[in-house]
Nanobody
Framework: QLQLVESGGGLVQPGGSLRLSCAVS????????IGWFRQAPGKEREGVSC????????IYADSVKDRFTMSRDNAKNTVYLQMNSLKPEDTATYFC????????????????????WGQGTQVTVSS
């Protein structure tokens, strides 16, 4: 079983930036694609971005494309989500998770295609 721990959330003003981190540990931790999801109160958990094992392929939801950038540092077993030009609608709890078969293939995919969810980190964008 892998363990994923998110960090880096906080309160930022609209237009601000934030970098989330997802620390991954466990056997073969760096051999899985990793996805970021977010969930706001009363809404479904939605895919934000995912990154391939190598880091060469990244996929983004249309709502965050050109604003968010995902990367990974396999030496540190850490995945990052750089969030720029944040909007109030980005407010949510952000989770990272390991992709299962079918995840991060063409699109981020469904939440049910991921497992080993972290505990989440809260991002609030407000003035």
């Amino acid at each position: 079983q892998l363990q994923l721990v998110e960090s880096g959330g906080g309160l930022v003003q609209p237009g601000g930036s934030l970098r989330l981190s997802c620390a991954v540990s466990g056997v073969t931790a760096d051999y899985y694609a990793i996805g970021w999801f977010r969930q706001a109160p009363g809404k479904e958990r939605e895919g934000v971005s995912c990154i391939s094992t190598s880091g060469r392929v990244t996929i983004y939801a249309d709502s965050v494309k050109d604003r968010f950038t995902m990367s990974r540092d396999n030496a540190k077993n850490t995945v990052y989500l750089q969030m720029n030009s944040l909007k109030p609608e980005d407010t949510a709890t952000y989770f990272c998770a390991r992709s299962r078969i079918g995840g991060c293939s063409g699109n981020v995919g469904k939440a049910t295609w991921y497992g080993d969810w972290g505990q989440g980190t809260q991002v609030t964008v407000s003035s």
